[in-house]
């Protein structure tokens, strides 16, 4: 809470100044006929000029007037637009309403020349300048048509996890009292698209996608890479989950290189994301759990093999036949004591994604947006000339890219003048 009324100082302050600006303009200008002579050059010396009596006092009274609300508006406007724009502060607001026993839900609007009218112009100019919106707190924009475009757009070869994704989210977020956390857990090879649509996730779900405060993403073996101290990376773990939580009412949480995340960390994740009594806490039922690994990636592999050799599309690849066959090969992999598996196994995990391994022209697609994000031009020979700079397997048949795309972004530089 405390870091995020920092970030608004700037935007209170310059509020604050168009809110001066603003009164003394509509209330200090005076009447017709009342501006005052003005100064000749000689008049330092000559002494001041005698100022008429009408102007000067009523001028006068009119800005101590006006600073004067200034200083009595400030403090309850914004405890009006926090609860209004950010949803902080209602309870605070309520309170003062009680102790005054006020009717009106902000006590106090009576002040010269400022009405309910300037302040409700106010709210609708600054919830535009600071990209307010439907959600109640303007970090969070849940733009689920941009995503389900985006990923039709930019995610190659890979038609269960566009659907499944979409299909969970927005399922997800138009419950209106979801009875538990989202959790999705993203499986294949290693550049078949895992962190391109977890990043595309964050930023469609929140205005400063993965930079929000509503976003933590914790790697395994960068931030929990030592079994001996696992107590310690269990209590981090707890609090930090705590933290974001707390500060945001829909958090996304990523956990990268989930198949090396250590059983001993569940104890930590399991309470935000088990199921809920209607007499339970509502913050942990917006949380959205992102776990990503390479597991499972050669039953994938396999499954897409049988499907090329047999002469079938890729397309025609069910999500019931992977995930049947993926949920098997997890719930044996949990006698090693990674905590990802025993998700599975306690049925904490709501979606298992498959994300297929990818073929040559997709590699091209890859390659092809790779020169577009960077505004280059290409060809089409100089597509096949990325293609080709790749590894594909098995070695006999050359199939699919052992890398997918992930080192796509990179080649193109050879081609650079």
Not at 38 to 59: D, I, L, S, T, Y
Not at 117 to 130: G, H, K, P
């Amino acid at each position: 809470m405390a870091a995020l009324g920092q970030g608004r100082l700037p935007a209170r302050r310059g509020l604050g100044c168009c809110v001066l600006v603003l009164l003394l303009l509509l209330g200090g200008s005076g009447s017709p006929g009342t501006t005052p002579p003005p100064r000749a050059p000689w008049a330092e010396e000559q002494g001041p000029v005698p100022e008429r009596a009408p102007w000067g006092k009523a001028r006068y009274e009119t800005v101590k007037k006006h600073l004067g609300a200034v200083g009595a508006l400030s403090k309850q406007y914004w405890q009006h637009l926090a609860c209004k724009v950010w949803r902080e502060g209602c309870e605070e607001e309520e309170k003062q309403r009680k102790r005054e026993g006020e009717a009106e839900p902000i006590p106090g609007w009576g002040f010269p020349l400022i009405g309910r009218d300037y302040l409700e112009i106010l709210s609708a100019w600054y919830c535009s300048f600071s990209k307010c919106c439907e959600t109640g707190d303007c970090r969070i924009i849940n733009n689920i048509t941009g995503l389900e475009a985006d990923l039709s757009g930019q995610l190659h070869g890979q038609h269960l996890a566009k659907e499944v994704v979409v299909q969970a989210v927005q399922g997800f977020l138009q419950n209106p009292r979801p009875q538990k956390a989202l959790v999705l857990s993203f499986h294949g090879w290693s550049g078949t698209g895992k962190n391109f649509v977890a990043r595309m996730v964050a930023s469609h779900l929140y205005r400063d996608g993965l930079k929000s405060d509503c976003v933590r993403v914790f790697v395994s073996l960068l931030h929990f890479p030592h079994h001996n101290y696992v107590d310690s990376y269990k209590a981090q773990l707890q609090r930090q989950i705590s933290e974001t939580l707390q500060r945001c009412r829909q958090p996304l949480l990523i956990f990268d290189e989930a198949e090396k995340l250590h059983s001993s960390l569940l104890d930590a994740i399991r309470p935000f994301m088990a199921q809920h009594d209607s007499k339970g806490q509502v913050d942990h039922q917006r949380s959205i759990f992102l776990f990503l690994s390479n597991l499972g990636g050669n039953t994938i592999n396999e499954v897409a093999l049988d499907f090329r050799r047999a002469g079938r599309a890729r397309e025609e690849i069910s999500l019931e036949l992977l995930e049947q066959r993926l949920r098997l090969e997890l719930q044996e992999a949990a006698e090693n004591s990674y905590a990802h598996s025993h998700l599975l196994r306690e049925n904490l995990i709501d979606f298992v994604v498959p994300f297929l391994p990818l073929g040559y022209q997709h590699v091209k697609l890859c390659a092809r947006d790779a020169f577009l994000a960077r505004g280059l031009p290409y060809t089409e020979a100089t597509l096949d000339e990325v293609a080709q700079m790749m590894v594909f397997v098995p070695k006999e048949e050359e199939l699919f890219s052992a890398q997918g795309c992930k080192s796509v972004p990179q080649r193109i530089n050879y081609f650079l003048p």
